[in-house]
Nanobody, 121 residues
Framework: QVQLVESGGGLVQAGGSLRLSCAAS????????MGWYRQAPGKQRELVAV?????????DYADSVKGRFTISRDNAKNTMYLQMNSLKPEDTAVYYC?????????????WGQGTQVTVSS
């Protein structure tokens, strides 16, 4: 069974930095993508950053975080990271990591439990 566990959230002042971690356990056979999403109160969950292809490592970011956030992974540790710099109050949300596994005829999405990020002005 696949489990994703996030950590690293917290309270930070505007302009500060945080690094989120997502540790994966279990067997994932074919990764389509892995990424970070966030959900602010009263808003829909949105994509923040994604590693599109496990093999190529191509990444993509929401326009609102480009130049400030960096997604990365450490295969040896089965861990994905989100480095967040120059944080703004509007970055306040619960952040979730996601791994999408897929192949012919199936797609599985795995989610972490979420970690709260609060940016004070």
């Amino acid at each position: 069974q696949v489990q994703l566990v996030e950590s690293g959230g917290g309270l930070v002042q505007a302009g500060g930095s945080l690094r989120l971690s997502c540790a994966a356990s279990g067997s994932i056979f074919s990764i389509n993508s892995m990424g970070w999403y966030r959900q602010a109160p009263g808003k829909q969950r949105e994509l923040v950053a994604v590693i599109i292809s496990s093999s190529s490592g191509n990444t993509d970011y929401a326009d609102s975080v480009k130049g400030r956030f960096t997604i990365s992974r450490d295969n040896a540790k089965n861990t994905m990271y989100l480095q967040m710099n120059s944080l703004k109050p509007e970055d306040t949300a619960v952040y979730y990591c996601n791994v999408q596994e897929g192949g012919p005829g199936y797609v599985n999405n795995y989610w972490g439990q979420g970690t709260q990020v609060t940016v004070s002005s």
